[in-house]
């Protein structure tokens, strides 16, 4: 039984089948399904059915993708596993109340993806900044290191948890926004949606001479991390595009002035 249809469990670039395979099992166990692949390094493979035991249906259907970008693009939460805090950080999130917003998104029918990075050195700081909340699972200092299929069973179970709590409020302090769940004109925009404005903005901020991308500064990690926390809607997007579009049109209608400009530079 899929409990969680609208929610995916992403591994990116797995090294071993095995895992693949004992995170099948442990995403059934937990009652999800949705299984999706990001350039795994040996799938299909025969250990990834072995060690799915009675999950191996999961393992047969997964979605294997070529890119991150790609497993998450119709997605309007996204969220990252990783035992590491990263010199900017995303907004921070423990297993139980990342259990709780994703019951809560998911009740409204967001589609959400929570990716786990590889099993030696975990998520790339490009591929935990597509999301909206990154996830530490806490461990004993002692020893730290979690295998893959142990992360994706903490956290699986703690959605079910969350799921399992029926329509009670949660409390104010996981609240999900307003926006993001209840009455809202709009629906969210998707990560797709999101990246093509984000790849919009960089070429136009570089056009008007805002952004050098070879001394940037983080300027456009900062930006997405300013939209990803602001989550826009699907009309929002649309209106900031507009802006972008209407500033290349200045520039396309003034070419002297352009010239101008670089010359300065």
Same mark, same amino acid.
């Given at each position: ?14 090294? @071993? ?27 299909? @493979? ?49 297993? &139980? ?84 769940? @209840? ?27 805002? @952004? ?28 900031? &595009? ?24």
């Amino acid at each position: 039984m899929n409990s969680f249809p609208n929610v995916r469990i992403v591994l990116i670039e797995t090294t @071993h089948p095995g895992n693949i395979g004992a995170s099948a099992r442990a995403m059934k166990n937990m009652g999800f399904a949705s299984l999706y692949l990001v350039s795994p390094r040996q799938f299909p @493979h025969e250990k990834a059915i072995w060690r799915a035991a009675s999950a191996d249906d999961l393992v047969k259907q997964a979605v294997v993708c070529s890119s991150v970008e790609e497993a998450i693009k119709d997605c309007r939460l996204v969220i990252g596993t990783s035992a590491r805090e990263r010199r900017i950080p995303v907004p921070l999130l423990n297993p &139980r109340t990342c259990g709780e917003r994703v019951v809560a998104e998911a009740r409204v029918g967001h589609e959400i993806a929570v990716l786990f990075g590889r099993e030696s050195r975990g998520m790339k700081n490009e591929e935990l900044q597509l999301c909206h909340y990154h996830v530490n699972i806490p461990t004993s200092e002692a020893y730290s290191s979690l295998n893959l299929a142990m992360a994706v069973q903490i956290i699986c179970y703690e959605i079910l948890c969350a799921g399992l709590i029926g329509d009670t409020p949660l409390q104010t302090t996981t609240q999900v926004e307003d926006k993001d769940t @209840h009455g809202w004109d709009m629906p969210l925009a998707t990560a797709e949606e999101v990246g093509y404005f984000f790849e919009h903005m960089e070429q136009t901020l570089e056009a008007i001479g805002f @952004h050098d991308p070879a001394n940037p500064r983080q300027l456009m990690t900062r930006l997405r991390r300013l939209f990803n926390r602001i989550r826009p809607d699907q009309m929002e997007i649309s209106i900031l &595009r507009g802006i972008l579009s209407a500033v290349d049109q200045l520039r396309a209608d003034n070419p002297e002035r352009n010239a101008e400009e670089m010359e300065e530079r």
